[in-house]
């Protein structure tokens, strides 16, 4: 008897250290998410506007009948769902709350097109602590080749968008790709490589649609990527005053542990 709860307790404690360290691992990722997006700001500002060099010219009817497939989101990270270490406040930022993520295949580029519950606003919303809101982003990691040995931790390809509002920068929207396999983030995003994509909607709008040449990610139709899909706001207070991560029945993942955190499992569509 005494032998069996010997083992019973190591069972638990190997247990609770696994878990420990999982939930190390996503925090790392989650709160270190943020250098690539700012290298998206860096690059040149000229022609980001709306109507500028990179805005997509196509109209609605044009991008709709491109986007075959759909994937809503079923979770708003309540109080209950929310991991510890992103449990700052629990509030309802719209512009950060994803209401789907929609995928079609045209020529030689992947369009994404994500939705949100509100309207990204120019100016920063104010916070209910009485500060601002400092940062909006929105973030697809991809693990292109389901090989959790290549890339940064996994991840080979970074698709995103980022508003700064203490800044005078404009809409960020980018890709990061060929991602070496190094572990710091630093270092990671500085030795890949980078691009503005042509993008459509973003501020002013209630979504974002992303053109992404699928070669330079190294994309195929019909291949299926683990990606991790999530919206975030930080303010003044808080590094995560509002997370919202991609969570749909039709994308759910069934591999091993991935260290990328929040991972979904999604198929390009063939066009
Ligand atoms: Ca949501
Ligand atoms: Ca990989």
Request: no cysteine; glycine share 8%.
């Amino acid at each position: 008897m005494k032998d069996r709860r010997k083992v019973a307790a190591a069972i638990l404690i190997v247990l609770a250290a696994s878990l420990g360290l999982i939930f190390a691992v996503q925090a790392k990722i989650a709160n270190e998410r943020v250098e690539w997006l700012m290298q998206l700001l860096a690059l040149s500002t000229s022609g980001r506007e709306e109507g500028g060099e990179y805005w997509l010219s196509m109209s609605d009817e044009e991008l709709n009948s491109i986007l075959t497939v759909k994937y809503v989101d079923e979770a708003d990270w309540t109080e209950e769902e929310t991991p510890e270490e992103l449990k700052e406040p629990r509030v309802n930022l719209p512009s950060t709350n994803i209401t789907s993520i929609s995928l079609g295949v045209k020529g030689e580029y992947l369009y994404i097109k994500v939705e949100f519950e509100g309207v990204i606003p120019g100016q920063p919303p104010k916070t209910e602590e009485g500060g601002y809101v400092l940062t909006w982003t929105f973030t697809i990691l991809m693990d292109v080749d389901n090989d959790t040995s290549t890339g940064w931790h996994g991840i080979d390809v970074l698709v995103g968008a980022v508003k700064r509002y203490n800044s005078d920068e404009g809409f960020g929207h980018g890709m990061v790709y060929n991602v070496p396999s190094i572990p710091d983030e630093e270092e990671a995003m500085q030795q890949a490589d980078e691009l503005l994509l042509r993008y459509k909607g973003g501020l002013g709008y209630n979504y974002v649609v992303l053109e992404v040449p699928m070669e330079k990610a190294g994309l195929q139709p019909g291949q299926t990527v683990i990606v991790d899909i999530h919206a975030e706001a930080e303010s003044e207070e808080f590094h995560h005053y509002t997370f919202d991560a991609l969570t749909a029945h039709n994308a759910t993942y069934s591999g091993p542990d991935h260290p990328a955190g929040y991972v979904q499992q999604i198929v390009i569509p063939t066009g």
